[in-house]
């Protein structure tokens, strides 16, 4: 089983910057996709960013409209960690962010896991 541990969300002034962390545990042959989506009470989650990775092309990116310019994701394939730099953030990027994290298990089965979110709050 892998399981996500997420950190770094909390409450911040327009304009500030957060940086999320999540770290996957668990039996893990290897990790290709790692990204953050985000959900609003009542909405549809949607994907903020992600990294996929391949021995072939190395590490590609992908961002809603939204996150370009201002956040950066970024992985750390020794740590099976990700993390979501998030800079000048406004009130629509209130939120609760999950890590997703897509891969192979120890037994050599892919997965797919979520992590159980974390709160990012920016007062308007």
Known sequence: QVRLMESGGGLVQPGGSLRLSCV????????????????????????????????????????AASAKGRFTISRDN????????????????????HCNVEG???????FGTWGQGTQVTVPS
Do not use: C, F, H
């Open 24 to 63: 996957a545990s668990g039996s893990i042959l290897s990790l290709k996709t790692m990204g953050w989506y985000r959900q609003i009470p009542g909405k549809e989650r949607e994907l903020v960013a992600r990294v996929v990775s391949s021995d072939l092309t190395g590490d590609s990116t992908d961002y």
């Open 78 to 97: 020794a740590k099976n960690a990700v993390y979501l730099q998030m800079n000048n953030l406004n009130s629509e990027d209130t939120a609760v962010y």
């Open 104 to 110: 192979v298990n120890g037994a050599g089965n892919p």
